[in-house]
């Protein structure tokens, strides 16, 4: 009786067309169910329920794979969406036999989520300057002359060209992921692996900063007269510590983030009144 019930609990094998199924799911639900907070993870979650279904049979084990993917996700439609759609199941697909099999957990959390947003920019980049800088105009490109001739083809065929090559490189894409990481618990144990993982990590680390350094916009507004002379806080800071202030905003909130969790609302509430104090004394 125990074995029977055990049997029901293993994960089913998955087919390149439970991938494929996936991959066309991100597709048509790419950038519809966008949050300020997750961006694309939805429409990755979407696209990964059916495989997820298939692997995880206890209701526990499906609600942590769930959540595993939906943290934050940022990536290109075809090049991006593709390849980390099929990569993310075979990688479930070997966490699910480890966790079924009572084996050591390799596939970790940590492990596979760095893998994703490892590869997501890198693949965002590539599929954005070949697919909307290069392939998107030579559709449109020959169906430049259709339409100074007043042919309805010369708007349909861009269109419906570039949508179907989507769906056809996408798939191609997905399968290719798919079949990698059959191999995939070996070859990311491996220490050339594990350390361009930890590069890619460390690069995105940099990214951050480089992006909260030109986006996030802090000054003071403090000033002060000391014999007779006006000192400007913002500009003695900007010789010192130029964007101090900033640092410090972006320090702030990954500090309550690590005390409170992922509560980006709450942040943005927070932040805001706080901002707004300062600025209302004079501080900012």
């Not at 943290?71 to 479930?92: A, D, P, R, V």
């Not at 800088?133 to 259709?146: D, E, H, V």
């Amino acid at each position: 009786m125990q074995d029977i019930k055990k049997d029901e609990m293993a994960p089913e094998e998955l087919e390149l067309k439970d991938v494929r199924k996936a991959y066309l799911r991100w597709h048509f639900a790419n950038e519809i169910p966008h949050t300020f907070e997750r961006y694309l993870a939805p429409s990755l979650l979407y696209a990964m329920m059916p495989v997820l279904k298939k692997l995880y049979k206890s209701k526990e084990d499906l609600k942590k794979a769930y959540k595993r993917q939906l943290l934050f996700f940022n990536t290109q439609l075809t090049w991006g969406g593709g390849i980390i759609t099929g990569l993310m199941s075979s990688m479930e697909q070997e966490r699910a036999l480890q966790e079924y099999n009572n084996e050591e957990i390799t596939m970790t959390d940590d492990l596979m989520y760095n893998t994703k947003a490892g590869l997501m920019g890198a693949l965002a980049g590539i599929g954005d300057a070949i697919d909307s800088g290069t392939i998107q105009y030579i559709f449109i490109a020959i169906a430049i002359s259709w339409a100074q001739a007043g042919s309805p083809m010369g708007a349909l065929f861009p269109f419906v060209g570039f949508s179907l090559y989507q769906v056809f490189i996408g798939r191609f894409f997905a399968k290719q992921g798919f079949v990698l990481g059959k191999n995939a618990s070996s070859l990311l144990k491996s220490t050339g692996v594990q350390n361009a993982i930890n590069i890619l990590s460390a690069l995105g680390l940099f990214m951050m900063g480089i992006l909260a350094a030109n986006y996030v916009k802090v000054s003071s507004a403090l000033k002060f007269t000391i014999s007779g002379k006006e000192f400007v806080f913002q500009e003695l800071l900007d010789k010192v510590l130029p964007g101090a202030l900033p640092l410090v905003t972006v320090l702030g909130v990954y500090v309550f983030y690590l005390k409170k969790g992922l509560k980006v609302t709450q942040a943005l509430l927070g932040l805001t009144i706080i901002l707004a104090v300062l600025a209302g004394i004079g501080i900012l």
